[in-house]
């Protein structure tokens, strides 16, 4: 059954999406201007060290704050055009980028952001991917115009080549650097001209009267100028119409030039955002349909576990993506793996670090409901039915360590701590089947997340581990032809299990596993892989 007319329209208004970019490309001070020109923050700088209005912060937070970086991410909401925009924030550091591929689960469409002098950069490349393996569609702002940098079409040539995506220019910078002087816009055919000595946010704007228009020689000066005609008739004349369905399958990206800092550019690609991003798309279940939206059943499902939020309530928040539906809060739901009813009692949203209670959300609309354990990543609930979405699938951690803590008696609350992280997803687990939980090796993307664990199992544990690193830096699920994970490989190859009971081989290096496939060719030896649930 379909939901009321209501709920409808708040449904069809909701657009949510992610920024990813390498650190230092600007997304903090995108999304505080995307902030600002939706009205949620009223002065550009609340955002970044805003320690004095966080109320809530714990320890952890302040190992994040102690080394400048983001670790945990939000969910931030604004109203622009009449849309409800709920832009989940992604931690910037490398080491934790396997949250963030939980947040693009999320998500229905990412914004990718590019410094112009950098280009595409590493963690950009793995973060693209994860949206190509979702086909989201994919914007791409080039940020930092006001800098020196690469000239346009070296870099238009750069994102294609190294992503295999094509790019639709829908604005064109004028110069760069010292001689940037503003944008082309070919969908609105205006040009807005940048003025380094402007006040507040205002910006000329004119139409474009084709590459003739003597306004380009009244602002750029004269090689500038010859480049910019040079530049737009090739444009104009090599490329194709945006082609939006293409853009929605994720196989071609519109792009955006501008200044993040400078506020030059932003609402040009908030207001290009609004007229395609798609709005709440229906979530893929598992066993193959497709949930509408505008169904009158409240579904969602954990992309990701947060502990600690509060220090004074030392709780565990579990952020929800609504699939369908509407939530209230204190409504009662069906937990589909533990095949029990919660009642779904406290409920957050939040706008950057502060939280709000909520009552009422819509598909589309990220709520943290406070957890007692009940939730790990990738669980789904449901008003009525058996409704299981896709897997949220893990991703091969790069370093690996074995804990031993001080006080051996301790040992089954470590076990257990271990246990409660590994389902948050802070940590992955592997165990040797012979040994068991005595003993577990303990996996991560980065080294940072070895530092949070240590930190956490004594800050919330009252546990004093010691790491005992080891030589591993691969792991890969081990699959037959059906899919099936295989537990006897040739070559001596040593089995473990993650804590799906999964198969997993873990290597030194790289070359260890050309050999295994070698030794194995009927084998898949998989990067990422499902969570059972
Ligand atoms: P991140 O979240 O992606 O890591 O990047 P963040 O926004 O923190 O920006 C990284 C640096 O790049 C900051 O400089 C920021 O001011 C600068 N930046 C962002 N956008 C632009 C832009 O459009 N033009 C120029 N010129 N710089 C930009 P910082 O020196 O680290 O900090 P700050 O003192 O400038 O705040």
Redesign the pocket.
């Known amino acids: 059954m379909i939901i009321d007319t209501t709920s409808q329209k708040e449904i069809l208004r909701r657009r949510t999406f992610a920024i990813i970019?390498?650190?230092?490309?600007?997304?903090?001070?995108?999304?505080?201007k995307l902030l600002y020109h939706g009205g949620v923050i009223h002065e550009t700088g609340e955002v970044?060290g805003k320690s004095g209005t966080k109320a809530v912060t714990s320890d952890w937070m302040e190992l994040e704050r102690q080394k400048g970086i983001?670790i945990t991410s939000s969910v931030m909401t604004f109203d622009y055009n009449s849309l409800r925009i709920n832009l989940l924030d992604t931690p910037?550091h490398k080491d934790f980028s396997e949250d963030t591929y939980r947040v693009l689960m999320a998500v229905d469409s990412a914004a990718m952001?590019i410094d112009v002098a950098k280009g595409v950069e590493e963690r950009t490349k793995k973060l693209y991917e994860v949206c190509r393996y979702r086909q989201i569609p994919i914007f791409t702002f080039v940020?930092?115009?006001?800098?020196e940098g690469k000239d346009p079409l070296t870099l238009i040539d750069e994102i294609e080549k190294t992503l295999g995506m094509q790019c639709y220019p829908v604005t064109w910078p004028l110069g760069i650097g010292q001689r940037f002087k503003g944008i082309y816009n070919r969908v609105t055919k205006e040009l807005m001209f940048y003025d380094q000595r402007r006040e507040g946010d205002e910006t000329l704007t004119y139409p474009f009267q084709g590459i003739d228009d003597p306004r380009i020689d009244e602002f750029l000066d004269k090689e500038s100028a010859q480049q910019v005609r040079d530049e737009l008739e090739l444009i104009e004349t090599a490329l194709p119409p945006f082609d939006v369905q293409a853009f929605l399958n994720g196989e071609i990206s519109p792009v955006t030039f501008?200044?993040?800092?400078?506020n030059f550019g932003v609402d040009t690609f908030l207001n290009f955002f609004c007229k395609y991003a798609p709005g709440v798309q229906p979530r893929k279940r598992r066993e193959g349909s497709e949930m509408n939206p505008l169904e009158d059943n409240f579904t969602g499902f954990v992309f990701k576990i947060q502990a600690n939020m509060d220090r004074r309530h030392r709780d565990r928040v579990a952020f929800v993506r609504i699939c369908s539906g509407k939530f209230e809060r204190g409504m009662k739901v069906q937990h589909m793996r533990l095949k029990k009813e919660l009642r779904l009692a406290y409920s957050n949203q939040f706008v950057a670090a502060d939280r709000e209670t909520v009552d009422v959300a819509y598909a589309g609309d990220i709520v943290g409901v406070n957890d007692t354990g009940n939730f790990a990543i990738g669980d789904c609930i449901a008003v009525n039915g058996n409704i299981v979405y896709e897997d949220i699938p893990k991703f091969a951690p790069e370093l690996f360590t074995k804990l031993s803590v001080k006080d051996a008696l301790k040992r089954t609350k470590m076990q257990d701590a271990l246990r409660h992280l590994s389902e948050e997803g802070a940590i992955q687990l592997f165990i040797d089947p012979l040994v068991g939980m005595q003993d577990p090796i303990v996996g991560a993307v980065g080294e940072l997340q070895f530092e949070v664990l240590a930190h956490r199992l004594q800050d919330e544990y009252n546990l004093e581990v010691k790491l005992n690193r080891l030589s591993f830096s691969v792991a890969r699920w081990p699959k037959d032809k059906n899919g099936q994970g295989v537990s006897e490989l040739k070559g001596g190859l040593q089995i473990y299990r993650d804590m799906n009971e999964q198969p997993v081989i873990l290597l030194n290096q790289e070359w260890d596993l050309k050999w295994a496939e070698r030794e194995n060719p009927d084998i898949e030896f998989a990067h990422s892989i499902s969570r059972t649930r």
């Open positions: 970019s390498h650190p230092d490309a600007g997304k903090t001070t995108l999304t505080e970044k983001s910037g952001l940020n930092k115009l006001d800098r501008g200044s993040a800092k400078q």
